[in-house]
């Protein structure tokens, strides 16, 4: 049985040097996720695309890669400000998830976050497609029922049914849908930490936004003081907290 102990003096430096290159080899994935969030939460679309190619040049066989170039990919796609890029975005995401699949067919998470670039991708191209929202919906749905409980799933499923709904009214529906995700991401916080781990900010966000469709702007601040408890620098969330304050 090899034991540290028994190693030659000289040998140490090799050694250590063949344990660090393999401990740099791996990937740091909460970081890399940390990375993305909060060069989307802050929009600097430099850094997301820097975050996409650094993910694209990996060698790391994780799945988890995959699941980050995907990610990274749907961020991009939500950039406000230049709807050429965004199409580009979804466009890639949904190919990068179409990839995943391929080895994961029941990943919930993908699955569902290749709905939600579906649904990124029709609104960018202005043009509609035939059944194309159906489909949408119903891969959502198969998300749904392979991780019913899952925080990221229920987020993103609430957040294709406001962009699909057509009217205020329909979208003021919604407050259910948000609040589910909220208690899925609190429950979530109180146990082990874990990766993916991203989405509670944007889910307080979501609720703020249905508070407000339903008039009540006392509870949508409420719930955006939460949004930026979890993410000081959100742009998204303080511009509809300034709204409601100015407004």
């Avoid at 791996?26 to 990375?35: C, I, K, M, N, P």
């Avoid at 939460?41 to 995907?70: H, I």
Wanted: glycine content about 4%; some cysteine.
């Amino acid at each position: 049985m090899f034991r540290f102990r028994h190693v030659a003096p000289l040998l140490w430096p090799a050694l250590l040097g063949v344990l660090t290159q393999s401990a740099a080899a791996a990937t740091d994935w909460r970081d890399l996720e940390s990375r993305i969030q909060y060069a989307w939460y802050t929009e600097d679309a430099r850094e997301l695309a820097s975050a996409e190619s650094g993910v694209r040049a990996l060698s790391d066989p994780d799945p988890q890669r995959a699941y980050y170039l995907t990610l990274v990919q749907m961020r991009e796609a939500q950039l406000p400000g230049d709807p050429a890029r965004a199409a580009r975005a979804a466009s890639a995401c949904v190919e990068s998830a179409d990839a995943a699949l391929a080895d994961r067919p029941t990943d919930a998470e993908l699955l569902a976050l290749q709905s939600w670039c579906m649904e990124l991708r029709s609104q960018v191209r202005g043009v509609g497609v035939p059944f194309a929202a159906a489909r949408t919906r119903a891969q959502m749905q198969r998300a749904q029922q392979l991780a019913a409980r899952n925080p990221r799933v229920r987020l993103l499923s609430a957040q294709l049914a406001y962009a699909q709904s057509k009217t205020t009214a329909e979208r003021a529906k919604q407050l259910a849908a948000f609040q589910s995700a909220v208690d899925a991401f609190e429950l979530e916080r109180q146990g082990l930490e874990h990766i993916p781990a991203w989405g509670a900010a944007e889910a307080w966000e979501g609720l703020a936004q249905v508070y407000l469709d339903r008039g009540d702007a006392i509870a949508a601040r409420s719930a955006l003081e939460h949004a930026l408890l979890l993410m000081p620098d959100y742009k998204s969330a303080h511009r509809l907290l300034n709204h409601i304050v100015m407004g």
